[in-house]
């Protein structure tokens, strides 16, 4: 009998302006393809499958994106340490923010409350602002 599959949701945030987008690209750096690539290092040996909330376009910013996160076996033993080895390997610009266990039934894309685009044009100093919550886990 196969190990089970545990489902994750992982939020994060990230500056834009090196990336080809969100969805992975041949020969273009993505913000999936470096998540990917972070996530073979934190879970090594693991199978593992990420599916993102939305899409974005090249140079897209996110303050507050989410992508679900599919690993066969065991569960993540600690998310705290998961969290800190993500940040740790990502580049300086990807972060990930939480990560919330879900399971089989959660759907990212169908299960979004609603989705939100800001288009922020600033000069001087610039500012951050929270985002509440989007998605509910079943």
């Known amino acids: 009998m196969g190990k089970r599959r545990q489902y994750y949701l992982v939020r994060v945030q990230y500056l834009g302006f090196r990336y080809s987008g969100w969805q992975h690209q041949p020969?273009?750096?993505?913000?999936?393809?470096?998540?990917?690539?972070?996530?073979?290092?934190?879970?090594?040996?693991?199978?593992f499958k990420i599916l993102?909330?939305?899409r974005t376009d090249a140079k897209v910013s996110a303050l507050d994106a989410a992508f679900e996160l599919f690993v066969d076996g065991d569960p993540l033993e600690d998310k705290v340490t998961f969290l800190k080895e993500m940040n740790h390997n990502l580049p300086p610009d990807i972060r990930?923010?939480?990560?919330?266990?879900?399971?089989?039934?959660?759907?990212?894309?169908?299960d979004a409350k609603s989705k939100e685009?800001?288009?922020?044009?600033s000069f001087g100093r610039k500012t951050i602002r929270s985002v509440r919550p989007l998605w509910r886990i079943s």
């Open 96 to 110: 990930a923010l939480t990560i919330t266990e879900a399971n089989e039934n959660f759907n990212i894309i169908q």
């Open 52 to 54: 993102g909330a939305g």
């Open 117 to 121: 685009y800001i288009y922020l044009f």
């Open 27 to 47: 020969d273009q750096k993505t913000i999936e393809g470096m998540l990917a690539k972070t996530l073979k290092f934190v879970l090594p040996g693991r199978t």
